[in-house]
């Protein structure tokens, strides 16, 4: 779409003729969108990132506090400073001393004493508090006294992890909690970040993944274990049904959580992930794009299930989806197409083509029908804006400027820049469920003591395991010469690292750090 070209004839989604609330709410839906995209076509709108909009919306959220209406959100006091802050990063925005300082203490006021951060002070520590505390630690944190980074209990958080740890290689999202994708995507990426992965945390994680595959080709929360009438109990490979229909939130922690996992199972197992068995990439293919709506009466928008209406924060969970599936394809066919000078392959011109449309109606979408112009970003243009879709909108935006890849020129530079060191090793005190003072050393059994030595790696596999894991991590970079921006150069935003959800910048930084690589 560009100026000057008269606007499409709408083509309302077809109906079977009986009205329901659904059907009425996507009728108002295509109207409300496809009435923003007319006024560009017959204005001949530029259209621009109202960055500077967004940015004094944040400012006043950062500066004032959160107004009233976010008080249901107590329980999720990190995430809201993470949307800030990373929603800063991605515009380029850096932070003075005096603003890293104050977030670094209302981070760390929510650690909690047993290991992990909860959603406030004094709350209950939860994966889903962790991986936002961590991740605006990555942001505005560094090393020292006051730093933020030293003063992580990695220990603590470790026994924390594993006393959540299920036969079935889940993990609860907190004690007493449920089981979820997203709590083990939360758990993977912050003991990624933080040098805290090992084979006995990760057991059996992969195929807890791998059964939450559905039939259409994305991923649902959970799945059912069952187990052997045996004493003990042994976990069957089947049945494990799915629990629940695919999503996308679910699935962008699926298959991120598998892409975090690769580097540790196939060092510390005989397993090879390369192509992930069990895992329908071209089925999952299939589903992420047909998330997508149209490009003029939905905007090019992604939504979250089949049948739903389009909504502003998939563009990061399924949109940002598509480098993570372009590397299981490319790991699965292992065909070159186009070699090109890293080693990686290429796509067919036509490919490229259908990418580039496909991306640039996501950026069409955020850019107009997302946006509001006094500033935040939005679920869709019936929505108010708020601090979650604003990050999420702008992280989606940036997956579709920016071609990301995993390179495989770049990894084998980290591995041979990789200075030996021990790293971080887990402590062989006794977990402890929650009462529990102590527990005599004899009654402890070993599934419930972080780092028992039947579960130790040997040192030389444990330095592979950590190198793999912080090279494949970081060798995610940009292909500068493949941007695009709608709308020009001026509304771009920063790269996104696709299984963090930082900058560049944050990731290398704090992975460098607690990896000891600087």
Not at 201 to 212: I, K, N, P, Q
């Amino acid at each position: 779409m560009t100026s000057g070209q008269s606007a499409p004839e709408r083509r309302p989604q077809p109906t079977d003729g009986c009205a329901t609330e659904t059907s009425k709410s996507q009728a108002e839906t295509e109207k409300s969108i496809s009435q923003l995209f007319e006024t560009i076509f017959e204005t001949q709108k530029p259209i621009t990132l109202a960055r500077n909009s967004h940015l004094n919306w944040l400012i006043r959220f950062l500066v004032q506090g959160f107004p009233q209406r976010y008080m249901s959100q107590d329980a999720s006091q990190p995430w809201l400073l993470y949307f800030l802050l990373q929603s800063f990063q991605t515009l380029g925005i850096a932070f003075d001393p005096d603003t890293k300082k104050k977030a670094v203490k209302t981070i760390l006021a929510r650690q909690h004493p047993d290991g992990g951060f909860g959603g406030g002070p004094g709350q209950f520590p939860h994966l889903l508090a962790t991986y936002p505390s961590v991740c605006a630690l990555a942001i505005v944190g560094s090393p020292g006294p006051e730093g933020g980074w030293d003063q992580i209990d990695r220990q603590k958080m470790y026994r924390f992890f594993m006393s959540l740890k299920q036969p079935d290689g889940s993990f609860l999202v907190s004690r007493n909690g449920e089981v979820d994708v997203r709590g083990t995507y939360c758990l993977l990426a912050v003991a990624t970040l933080l040098d805290l992965i090992t084979p006995e945390l990760v057991a059996g994680t992969y195929d807890f993944l791998r059964s939450c595959q559905t039939y259409e080709g994305g991923f649902s929360a959970a799945s059912q274990p069952y187990f052997s009438p045996s004493t003990p109990p042994e976990l069957l490979a089947e049945p494990r049904p799915y629990l629940g229909e695919a999503h996308g939130g679910y699935t962008s922690c699926a298959v991120t959580s598998l892409m975090l996992l690769r580097p540790v199972v196939t060092t510390s197992t005989s397993r090879s992930l390369a192509p992930f068995p069990g895992i329908d990439a071209s089925n999952l293919l299939r589903w992420a794009v047909m998330m997508q709506g149209n490009a003029f009466e939905e905007g090019g928008g992604f939504r979250g299930r089949t049948n739903k209406l389009v909504d502003g924060c998939y563009s990061w969970w399924v949109g940002g989806l598509f480098p993570l599936i372009e590397e299981m394809l490319g790991e699965a066919s292992g065909e070159v197409l186009n070699e090109g000078e890293d080693g990686k392959a290429g796509t067919t011109e036509a490919e490229e083509d259908d990418w580039a449309d496909a991306d640039e109606a996501l950026q069409r979408y955020t850019l107009i029908a997302a946006q509001q112009s006094t500033g935040g970003l939005r679920d869709k243009p019936t929505a108010p804006p708020d601090a979650y879709h604003t990050l999420y909108n702008l992280a989606g935006l940036s997956s579709a400027q920016h071609r990301v890849f995993l390179s495989t020129k770049r990894k084998e530079e980290l591995k041979g820049t990789w200075v030996d060191n021990e790293g971080f090793v887990p402590s062989k005190e006794p977990i402890l469920e929650p009462g529990e003072v102590e527990r005599p050393s004899s009654t402890a059994p070993d599934a419930q003591s972080a780092g028992d030595s039947s579960t130790q790696e040997p040192d030389e596999l444990r330095k592979t395991r950590r190198r793999e894991t912080y090279a494949e991590a970081l060798a995610w970079v940009e292909d500068e010469g493949a941007s695009r921006y709608v709308g020009g150069e001026g509304n771009r935003v920063n790269a996104t690292h696709p299984l963090f959800n930082l900058t560049m910048t944050s990731t290398r930084a704090v992975m460098a750090y607690f990896y000891k690589q600087v």
